[in-house]
């Protein structure tokens, strides 16, 4: 038995001669949250739609949870939680009313506690027209776990949020993943993808780019240490004869990368000892991100 909870093979989906998901291969595994990361139009709906049997792929093969998605959709649909891109319910309806309508469909009783894991108790009474949009979050990740299931499907849940709300939405998929849930989670913000995930597909016109751990995304492609340096004439010299590369800055500091952590950290030691004004800037996903594409992604999605 492997301890994937989806494994798929050569997955591709033709939208009239149009290539949206394009022969890609990966596997989640169990208890890890997966992020797929890309420009809008990459093919991220559509591959995890495909995962949850809502559409049918050109070719490939996908297995969720050991069943082929093909033949096994009913038994598939009854063991995941899905919360769709531009999640909506209904607006008439209080946050309690639609998480309840979801417990009624499922004959589950849990909802005071999912309620409660959530954190939508405080305005359960509140029609969800009303929510701002960080609590209308809150009752459609509610909704994904009335049916108890072990694999959540996250299509862009913070997409629009403001930053306190991501952050909130971030702390419930932790949450999630402590409680042993797997997490498929798409997504358009590097930093999301940083703070969450344990591995990350970067997919790019419907083609996997890379996929890795985020330590390991970060570490062969977010181009090193940043040390930047001011002024100093001593810092300056000893940057450039111990880094990788320099360049200089907007602000006309000069930049030193170290490729290496230990090489940095010894002439950081030196740096320091010498009372320098450094800065240090480790890479993270937005530099691997930019590295990988030759592009950043905007608030939108949109590659820039
Ligand atoms: N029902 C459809 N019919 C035809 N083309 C489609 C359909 N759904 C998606 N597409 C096309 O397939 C490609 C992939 O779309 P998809 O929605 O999967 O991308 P995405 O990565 O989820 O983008 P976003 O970040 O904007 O949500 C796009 O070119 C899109 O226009
Ligand atoms: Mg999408």
Redesign the pocket.
Known sequence: MSDNVIDVEGLT?L??G????DNISFSVREGEIFS?V????????????ILECI?TPTSGNAEVLGHDVMKDEDRIKEKIGVMP?NFNTFERLSAEENIRLMADLYGSKNVEEVMKMVGVTDFKDKKFSELSGGMQTKVGIGMTLISNADLLFL??PT?GLDPHARRETWKLIKRLKRTGKTVFL?T?YMEEVEELSDRAAV?ID?RIEVIDSIENLIRDYGGGIKVVVRKDEKAVELVKEKSDEVFKNESGELVGIFDNKKRARKALVTLFQMDCDVEVKEAGMEDAFIRLTGGKLDEE?ELV
């Open positions: 989906k939208y009239d149009t290539t949206a998901v797929m890309g420009p809008n139009g990459a093919g991220k709906t559509t591959t995890v739609e559409r891109q299509d862009e997409t798409t358009h997919l419907g999605g």
